[in-house]
């Protein structure tokens, strides 16, 4: 299964970010190789609906977990469609979100967050 | 905690009560001037820009001339009337531009190029009352709902080693750049006055303020003008279940105020600045924060 | 001639200057504050059309689609999202620029049309008067402003109302005008934005000229600064709470004998600065 985490690091005991759609960089986690590799989101820069680039940009990726802060309405939108699940992840490290999700102690984002403060 | 302040209608008093409220909260507060075209609200504090960088906002188009055979095609596909054939040569209207890329999608010779581009200034100031997070948009330029964002993630950037409050000083009008300073607050004060225009507009921002789900709060400012339309205004409010907090009367030394770059809460001898701390311990005990 | 009036700052009195000077000049009235639309408030216009206003949005047929992502690669709004189950649009960031059409390969992309707003065509007291206004929750205003001037191309005599600031509204706004007048306030908020708003028109080559709005006796701030900048002082309004009241009320100020002369001295020098720069612009000079 291959993982996306919202990172502020192109590391895995960097620290996540709870941002999804202008969130630096994604990790994507490979749980058979356990390989991980850094994406730029260049979906930072959008003027408007970088939550939706940023899903459009994992969906790509062929992730089918999201682990990150917040998804906002359009962003759960995509990754629904996608057929991605997104997971909620506080203040934490890469891998340390991994862990939690493979440890199965996240809970499924169903609702549309606010934008983190 | 996150306040925004807006109005609709311009001039109603936005400034004057974002910088009242900032003056009374403590200085961990930070403000936020989201009016990116014409941004004020650090007119009213002595201060120093101590942190400055350029804003890269919306993409534009630019023709390479060596490469341009001036075919017209992009001419016939921009919608928004920005490419013309000038003295000879293809050229853009970067005013124009809306960064759509339609014409570099046409263009056979590969001669447009789409970049982002330095459309503003974000900048942080320091004053006696804490920091202020703010830009200066380039005057024309496209995309200030980005600008808008930018602004508000800078402020998050410095307040994010605490559990912070923030208080935002919008922008007039409906449109995107309200839309993005609204988004993501908790409360929401709409600064309103007894005018036929100023009711108007009232309605029309309280609509789009529902939709964000924000909890609204109104303020009638200069309500002496017309104490008919105050009354409909509360009339409406009460109908509407958005609690007006306060009235303000007619004060001319608010201008004086302005000009002197002191908030008017700060004039003990004003009418207006008296009825602005009575609104501002209103808010804090009916929002308990 | 095709004269804007914009100020920068919000409430410094853009409606009422225009609504009260196209009466005494006879001009039409066009209200491209788009988001906040007030000029039919003073003018209380007899409405005798509305025109929906629609941008258009992509329509994708499934049957030719092949999912290849191209359309939504190539929108710079992110309106579009490619999901294995098909194209997905988010209408409210969709500008309508065509570009998704050019990049379909499939020809699997129509248009079609969705409202955004509307305008509204009527006449006042032997003026024609328009005016625009944006569907709440729709952030952008800009093809209200386009239709609002592409109906009124042919009217040659017309005074267009922007909305505040300098953003893409007040450019379009601005588009081929042949003078813009600027109106301020004594404050140093006034002041602060009518600088942008005088760095907005000079860009875009526009002759202007400035009306002082609430003007104070023994302020004269943006007099000097018209003088330090060599522009054009059109007039001045005095401050007076007669005049608040008044506005409140949704009159025109005109209907007092006491401001319709200042309305008229006003519009007398407007014109006459205006026809004298745009003239000036024509002959190169």
């Known amino acids: 299964m291959t993982i996306a985490v919202s990172s502020t690091e192109k590391s895995m005991s960097g620290t996540a970010d709870l941002r999804f759609g202008r969130c630096k960089y994604f990790a994507v986690y490979n749980t058979l190789t356990k390989e991980c590799t850094f994406v730029e989101n260049e979906a930072i820069n959008s003027n408007q609906g970088a939550g939706i680039a940023a899903s459009q940009t994992v969906a790509g990726l062929k992730a089918e977990v999201v682990l990150t802060g917040n998804l906002g309405p359009k962003a759960l939108n995509v990754l629904n469609a996608a057929g991605i699940n997104g997971y909620k992840i506080g203040q934490t490290t890469i891998e340390n979100a991994i862990s939690a999700f493979q440890e199965k102690k996240l809970s499924q984002i169903t609702e549309p967050g606010r934008p983190q403060k | ?289 | ?285």
């Open chain 2, 1 to 289: 905690m996150q306040l925004v302040v807006i109005s609709g209608k311009g001039g109603t008093g936005k400034t004057t009560i974002a910088s009242s409220f900032a003056y009374l909260s403590d200085s961990d507060l930070i403000k936020i001037d989201c009016d990116v075209d014409a941004s004020n609200l650090h007119l009213m504090f002595d201060g120093e820009d101590i942190e400055k960088s350029d804003f890269y906002g919306a993409k534009a188009a630019e023709i390479l001339s060596d490469k341009c055979i001036n075919c017209n095609k992009c001419i016939e596909t921009c919608r928004f009337g920005a490419i013309r054939f000038i003295n000879g040569r293809t050229l853009i209207e970067p005013l124009k531009c809306e960064g759509c890329g339609a014409c570099v999608l046409v263009c056979e010779e590969k001669a447009i190029t789409l970049d982002h581009e330095i459309t503003g200034t974000t900048l942080i100031t320091k004053t006696q009352n804490g920091l202020i997070s703010r830009a200066e948009m380039i005057p024309g330029a496209e995309g200030s709902g980005k600008l808008v964002t930018k602004v508000r993630q800078n402020a998050n950037i410095i307040g994010s080693n605490k559990e912070s409050d923030y208080i935002i000083d919008g922008s007039p009008g409906v449109g995107c750049a309200v839309m993005a300073s609204i988004t993501g607050c908790d409360y929401c004060v709409i600064v309103t006055e007894p005018t036929q225009s100023g009711f108007e507009d009232f309605k029309r921002i309280y609509e789009l303020t529902t939709y964000f789900g924000v909890k609204g709060f109104a303020i009638i400012n200069k309500y002496d003008i017309n104490p008919l339309i105050s009354d409909q205004i509360k009339k409406f409010c009460s109908d509407v279940n958005m609690p007006v907090i306060g009235k303000i009367p007619f004060d001319k030394l608010v201008g004086e105020s302005i000009n002197a770059g002191c908030p008017i809460v700060s004039y003990e001898q004003s009418i207006a600045g008296q009825s602005i701390i009575k609104i501002w311990n209103e808010f804090k005990n009916r929002t308990g924060e």
């Open chain 3, 1 to 285: 001639m095709e004269i804007v009036v914009l100020s920068g700052k919000g409430g410094t009195g853009k409606t009422t200057v225009a609504t009260n000077l196209a009466q005494v000049l006879n001009m039409n009235y066009i209200d491209c504050d788009v988001e906040e639309p007030n000029g039919h408030i003073f003018l209380k216009p007899t409405i005798e059309k509305q025109i929906d206003v629609e941008i258009l949005n992509p329509v994708i047929d499934k049957d030719k689609c092949t999912l290849c992502g191209k359309c939504a690669e190539a929108c710079q709004f992110n309106a579009l999202a490619t999901v294995p189950t098909g194209v997905m649009l988010f209408k409210e960031l969709c500008h309508g620029c065509g570009a998704c059409m050019i990049a379909c390969l499939q020809g699997a992309i129509t248009e079609v049309g969705r409202s955004i707003g509307i305008v509204s065509v009527g006449n006042t007291d032997g003026i024609s008067f328009m005016s625009g206004k944006l569907n709440i929750k729709e952030p952008m205003g800009g093809p209200i402003i386009s239709k609002l001037k592409e109906i009124s191309k042919f009217d040659d005599h017309k005074l267009l109302d922007s909305s505040p600031g300098t953003s893409c509204s007040v450019v379009k706004t601005l588009d081929g005008a042949d003078y813009a007048l600027l109106v301020t306030e004594p404050t140093k908020f006034g002041l602060h934005d009518l600088k942008l708003a005088v760095a907005l028109v000079k860009e875009m080559g526009i002759s202007h000229g400035i009306i002082v709005n609430r003007n104070i006796e023994g302020n004269s701030m943006i007099q000097d600064y018209c003088e330090s900048e060599n522009i054009d002082l059109i007039g001045e309004i005095p401050f007076s709470r007669k005049a608040a009241e008044l506005y409140s009320q949704g009159l025109l100020l005109i209907d007092n004998p006491e401001y319709k002369m200042i309305f008229e001295t006003i519009g007398t020098k407007l014109i006459k600065e205006a026809s004298r720069r745009s003239s000036d612009a024509i002959s190169g000079n």
